[in-house]
Nanobody, 119 residues
Framework: QVQLVESGGGLVQAGGSLRVSCAASGRTFSGYVMGWFRQAPDKEREFVASLSSSTGIPMYSDSVRGRFTISRDGAKNTVYLQMNRLKPEDTAVYYC????????????WGQGTQVTVSS
């Protein structure tokens, strides 16, 4: 089992910045992909960003590319999502998730952290 715990959410004004964190513990994988997703009220969950342990290449959705940055600290088993130039439409519960390399679906999920951007 893998446990993922998000933190760092909160309330911020439009144009501001926020960093959310995801601390992982438990079972370790030799290769994995860490992802960030979000779900706004009355909307489906959507992909935000991901980072592969093998390539180190980040992936972003079109809606956040250029504003958000995903990174990781291997020593702390923590993945971060730095969010800049936040917009009210970024308001959502943000979830981190992990899957093993070669596995299509994300296997473990955190409980989520609320990010609210006021206009």
């Amino acid at each position: 089992q893998v446990q993922l715990v998000e933190s760092g959410g909160g309330l911020v004004q439009a144009g501001g910045s926020l960093r959310v964190s995801c601390a992982a513990s438990g079972r370790t994988f030799s290769g994995y992909v860490m992802g960030w997703f979000r779900q706004a009220p009355d909307k489906e969950r959507e992909f935000v960003a991901s980072l592969s342990s093998s390539t180190g290449i980040p992936m972003y959705s079109d809606s956040v590319r250029g504003r958000f940055t995903i990174s990781r600290d291997g020593a702390k088993n923590t993945v971060y999502l730095q969010m800049n130039r936040l917009k009210p439409e970024d308001t959502a519960v943000y979830y981190c998730a992990v899957r093993r390399l070669g596995v299509l679906d994300y296997e473990y999920w955190g409980q989520g952290t609320q990010v609210t951007v006021s206009s």
